[in-house]
């Protein structure tokens, strides 16, 4: 076991998903206006959207579509959707060890998104579920990043506050880091990504207010996400290197992968990016089949859910519900289909 290597390999992760973060955030704050508005009208918009949402990566989608799903803008059938095609952190991860087939994974997701939503509220009005009444969760500040840009990354370089200065500190030092090889992505393109990413994610932050810099980037993403990204893609790659061999691991999983595949299921039921993590790392290690990734992303929504628990519990357990049993099903027929 090499602890420095398993620190390295974590701490590529977890800067990529910090600025993939970054760069996600700012896409969801620009664009929250212009989505908000597209979700009124026909309820084909509502299942289309809001798995769109969904499939971003991050919480920042789901936060979204429960946002709009307690302020009455979407039913109960669209925040089904939305979770469906949430993956939570986990979505960074899984860009960074297999872009190709994380993609084709979100597309998925997405589609069960918008057509099992669309069954949801046609069960739910069957079964007569009732969808949260509207209340105030959170407000939408348009006006959180500044559209005078360019003046305010001039400001901020002749007169920077203390967080701007801690900002390019830690900017700075993670761009070096890359640069000169202290974290080293395998693949090229990913370096080369990782400082694009990095060096867009340097020129957000300086030419934001301090407003936005320090509750989108250093309090939400660096102190709520980052920190529990690293520790806990450290402690999984630490488990896994104690594991055995992996023809030794696969014969034993192949063994029992029907009660995995369950079990993918019933752990996507915590409200929580982390647990997760477990079927991400063996599916890159080619233990596990894509059907159980498939159904613990499907099942799993990260930390979105956790928004909605506060105003309505009966409605986040049946969001969960429905969100399980559609997705043991889904995954059942690709997992008989083998695959």
């Not at 989505?35 to 009124?40: G, I, K, N, P, Y």
């Not at 801690?166 to 090229?188: C, K, N, Y």
């Not at 982390?274 to 059907?291: C, R």
Request: proline share 3%.
């Amino acid at each position: 076991m090499n602890v420095l290597a398993i620190l390295r390999e974590a701490a590529t992760i977890t800067i990529f998903v910090f600025s993939m973060m970054v760069f996600v955030d700012w896409l969801n704050v620009r664009s929250r206006g212009r989505m908000t508005q597209a979700l009124r009208g026909r309820k084909w918009r509502e299942y289309l959207l809001s798995s769109f949402l969904g499939s971003t990566p991050g919480c920042l989608g789901a936060f979204m579509n429960v946002s709009l799903y307690v302020h009455g803008l979407i039913g109960f059938g669209a925040i089904v959707g939305g979770m469906i095609a949430t993956s939570g952190d986990e979505a960074y991860i899984m860009l960074s060890l297999f872009p190709g087939k994380a993609l084709l994974l979100f597309a998925g997701l997405f589609v069960a998104g918008v057509l099992l939503g669309s069954l949801a509220d046609l069960i739910s009005k069957w079964l007569k579920i009732k969808p949260c009444e509207e209340c105030e969760l959170q407000a939408v500040h348009l006006e959180e990043l500044d559209e005078k840009r360019w003046e305010t990354l001039r400001s901020n370089l002749h007169r920077p506050s203390a967080l701007h200065i801690l900002f390019l500190l830690l900017m700075g030092t993670l761009l070096l880091a890359v640069g000169l090889g202290g974290i080293h992505p395998e693949e090229s393109w990913m370096r080369v990504t990782l400082v694009i990413l990095l060096l867009f994610g340097t020129f957000l932050g300086l030419s934001s207010s301090e407003h936005y810099l320090k509750d989108h980037i250093i309090d939400h993403i660096l102190r709520r996400h980052t920190l529990r990204v690293f520790l806990w893609t450290f402690g999984v790659l630490l488990i896994m290197s104690f594991l055995p061999n992996q023809e030794a691991v696969r014969t034993f999983l192949q063994a029992h992968m029907l009660w995995i595949f369950l079990f993918a299921g019933l752990l996507g039921v915590i409200p929580e990016s982390g647990p997760h993590l477990i079927f991400v790392m063996m599916f890159a290690d080619g233990l596990i089949p894509f059907s159980v990734l498939f159904v613990s992303s499907f099942v799993q929504d990260g930390h979105g859910m956790l928004p909605l628990l506060s105003v309505s519990v009966r409605d986040s357990l049946r969001v969960k519900a429905f969100n399980l049993a559609f997705g043991l099903t889904a995954g059942g027929i690709l997992y008989l289909l083998g695959l």
